[in-house]
């Protein structure tokens, strides 16, 4: 028997009241009756639109930040739970080569086609320029005695800033012949300093291609004078892409041949350095092989100072996708830390970390393509990451091997 509406109201209504329950409950029953909503997860750098990674962005809500991802438990040791990514500055063509200087405790980085560096200090954030023009420069480090080094695109050349302002050259050319454009350097505790050597600064973005009929230039069509001082833009390549290493003597040794890694870029030692990291990347202008794969090579480094038993360290390779390797930067515990260059793979730019052993063990997400990074900060537990036109920084639960 079907009963009336009003009855129905009437009883469901003489239920509530005799539980207790008012009116106003109702809307409370049903949403007893739903289920509750998904819990909504932190902003990350794949979602759309992006996570705003400034100081006016969104905190990242939970105790970790959702962009530092541990691929093995082993990477929970090393990093700062409570500390979340941060885009310190914006307004590069393209940043590459961050240095920390302890004593000035600033940080220094290239903004390469701007033919500039650039100063972040750590008392109160602020940036400005360092120094204009660069020559373009790239890498950047500083040595054991607290100098600057510096790669330069423009003048193929690797300088050191002594403590009085002036320069030295430590290496522009090798067995008569010009370099190509020095990438990466790091220093030595023997007083040496081993430095990259691959084309990239033979284009018109980041420094000055070859002299007519050079192999960045072959045609001619291209005019490297323009906009440059005079004496630049006359230099042809001479050389393959090889690593060097430049002796307390002022000697230049050919250490890495092209055969072995071509277009070496970022290099780091290993803690005791025993080791030799190199990464190796892609076609440059002017190469007339295929080019480095987007991998990392170790070499075991004797006595002798001479890399041997070289062996492929990673691919890079991480979910099927090629993270490509640029800077390099060991941790005191002998973990590699790799920036990475994904493309327009969104997620997969910014840094992955390798334990000694080439075991992938965690990712740092960017939003940006990740060109170099180094370790910095008063404690040396802060990475730092030149990311395309931005510098991030990351503070972490382990410190950086080696100066600069």
């Known amino acids: 028997m079907t009963q009336p509406a009003n009855a129905r109201d009437l009883s469901r209504r003489g239920l509530i009241a005799a539980a207790g329950l008012g009116a106003a409950s109702l809307p ?26 400034s100081p006016r962005g969104a905190p990242t809500t939970y105790f970790s930040d959702p962009d530092v ?20 500055w914006t307004g590069a063509l393209w940043a590459e080569g961050p240095a920390w200087n302890a004593q000035g405790r600033y940080l220094l980085w290239s903004d390469i086609p701007n033919n500039r560096q650039m100063r972040w200090l750590e008392d109160d954030g602020r940036v400005s ?30 300088v050191r800033y002594e403590l009085d302002g002036s320069i030295s050259v430590l290496a522009d050319s090798y067995q008569g012949k010009r370099l190509n454009s020095p990438n990466d350097v790091v220093a030595h505790p023997d007083g040496s300093y081993w430095f990259t050597d691959p084309p990239y600064g033979g284009q018109l973005y980041e420094g000055a291609p070859d002299a007519a009929g050079g192999a960045s230039n072959p045609q001619g069509r291209l005019k490297p004078t323009l906009g440059q001082p005079v004496g630049i833009g006359g230099f042809k390549r001479e050389l393959p892409t090889n690593c060097y290493r430049v002796d307390p003597s002022g000697r230049v040794d050919l250490v890495i041949a092209e055969e072995q890694v071509p277009d070496p870029n970022g290099l ?69 830390w790799v920036s990475s260059n994904a493309g327009r793979n969104v997620g997969y730019n910014g840094v992955t970390v390798w334990n000694p052993d080439g075991k992938l063990i965690g990712r740092i997400r960017l939003p940006e393509v ?25 503070y972490v639960g382990t410190q950086g091997a080696g100066p600069g």
């Open 28 to 53: 409370l029953l049903a949403q007893a009756q739903t289920a509750p909503p998904a819990r909504v997860g932190p902003p990350t750098t794949i979602t759309t639109p992006p996570r705003d990674f």
């Open 69 to 88: 991802l541990a691929v093995d438990p082993s990477f929970d040791a090393i990093t700062q739970p409570n500390a979340a990514i941060m885009r310190l």
């Open 129 to 158: 320029v360092f120094r204009l023009p660069s020559n373009n420069s790239n890498g950047n480090s500083f040595d054991f005695q607290g100098r600057q080094l510096s790669c330069e695109h423009l003048t193929r050349r690797v």
């Open 268 to 336: 780091c030692f290993s803690p005791d350095y025993k080791k030799l990291y190199v990464a190796s990347t892609g076609k440059g202008p002017g190469d007339t092989g295929p080019g480095g794969k987007g991998d990392v090579w170790v070499f075991d480094v004797g006595a002798d100072n001479k890399p041997a038993n070289g062996k492929r360290f990673s691919d890079c390779m991480v979910d099927g996708i090629l993270c490509g390797p640029d800077g390099l930067r060991c941790d005191v515990n002998g973990n590699l």
């Open 370 to 394: 990740c060109g170099n990074i180094t370790f910095g900060g008063p404690k040396r537990n802060r990475l730092f990451m030149a990311a395309s036109q931005s510098l991030y920084a990351l």
